[in-house]
Structure formats: C-alpha cells, structure tokens
C-alpha cells in the first residue's frame, strides 16, 4: 500500500501484509490509517480552491475498500447512482488515477 503526491512522488509505502488481507484491513491498522483516524497525521492547512471562494482541506482518495474519512475520499458504492454521483465518481477516479501513474512510473 502506498500514497503519493500530485508530483508522482511517493509519500509513503507499507509493505510486508498477507495477500489475502483486504486493502481496507491493511489500512485500517496502518500508521497513516491510525492517524487518520485520530487527526494527528500533519497535513497542510486548507487552501483556497482557485477561482472560488471555497476553502478545501488536502485530502487522500481511496477505492471502495477504504473508510469514508474527514481526510479519506471514495466512490459512491452501487451502480445506481443518480448523474451527480457518476460524476463526482468519474472525477474522483481521475485523481485516483495520478496515484496509478505514479506506479508506472516507478516500474520504467
């Protein structure tokens, strides 16, 4: 399991879990799970999204075996979902993508 930031840079990496143990069990007893969970991990403060006056905090995005977390996004599980939920599932998998990039990268 490993996280990585939008430069393709990896931040962090587990590794050393059975192959058989969920994504979602590996993470939940993971330091950066842990941490998560009880608002300690050091992220950076929230920023301003550009062009809008809204106000985001720095988040990781996961698949459907992860927590939904303050800090942990995911897709709206089903298959029927009205059009504003395949469309935030569409985006999120977009950034989730960077983190698949980031992978192929490290492989060249």
């Known amino acids: 399991m490993a996280t990585c930031d939008a430069?393709?840079?990896f931040t962090t990496i587990s590794i050393g879990s059975a192959g058989s143990e969920s994504d979602g069990g590996i993470f939940s007893r993971s330091r950066l799970g842990k941490q998560l969970r009880d608002h300690s991990?050091?992220?950076p403060a929230p920023k301003y999204m550009d062009g809008t006056p809204l106000m985001l905090p720095y988040v990781f995005v996961g698949d459907e075996a992860f927590p939904l977390m303050t800090n942990l996004m995911r897709p709206f599980p089903g298959?029927?979902?009205?059009?504003?939920?395949r469309i935030f599932n569409y985006r999120l998998t977009s950034a989730f993508g960077q983190f698949l990039r980031a992978t192929w990268i490290c492989r060249l």
């Open 7 to 9: 430069r393709y840079c």
């Open 41 to 43: 991990l050091p992220l």
């Open 79 to 85: 298959s029927s979902l009205d059009s504003e939920k």
